[in-house]
């Protein structure tokens, strides 16, 4: 970092909540400048306010996004930033870990509410074959819901949302990238 960065960066907080990944990224990302958490970012309070907040992925885990966002906002410095990333193809029957699908709309309106308005944003397109995640080829075929024909069955909303998908995107997983910058 020192390199790359400079004195820009005076300090990197990394906070998750699985013991595991604080292990494991405490072994793998030495550096004096980055101080690892294992906690709920929820309850997060930064020891100072923050230049810079990275969350890539993990707002469709979140129980509640919105919250996530309004806390974690309050401790940036006026001026500070957010970049976030979400899926914004339909994810949630598929990926049983994901509790939310975002519309970009919904996305970008979590952020202007918290008192923040948007810098620059990117659409990133990962293609994938239906026939490779059926043969369990791929890795992340692995981790996919168990009985997804059950899953629309209960919850046909998403199956609409999936076709409507597939008709808009074909096979393709989109995912919105932005910079939100704080008032």
Do not use: C
């Amino acid at each position: 970092l020192a390199d790359e960065f400079g004195d820009r960066i005076k300090k990197i907080y990394a906070i998750d909540n699985d013991a595991e990944s604080i292990r494991f990224a405490t072994r793998r990302y030495t550096h004096p400048k980055i101080t690892f958490t294992e906690g709920d970012a929820m309850h997060y309070q930064a020891p100072e306010k923050l230049n810079t907040i990275v969350s890539l992925e993990t707002l469709e885990h979140l129980e509640d996004p919105t919250g996530f966002i309004q806390h974690m906002a309050s401790q940036l410095v006026t001026g500070g930033r957010f970049i976030a990333s979400v899926p914004i193809t339909p994810s949630m029957d598929a990926n049983p870990y994901h509790l939310h699908d975002f519309t970009i709309r919904r996305f970008k309106k979590m952020f202007t509410d918290a008192g923040m308005y948007e810098i620059d944003s990117i659409i990133q397109q990962q293609p994938y074959s239906i026939f490779s995640i059926m043969k369990k080829e791929e890795e992340r075929s692995k981790d996919l819901r168990k009985n997804i024909a059950g899953y629309y069955l209960r919850n046909p909303g998403k199956l609409l949302l999936r076709l409507k998908s597939l008709v808009r995107d074909g096979w393709n997983n989109k995912y919105i990238v932005t910079a939100f910058q704080k008032l």
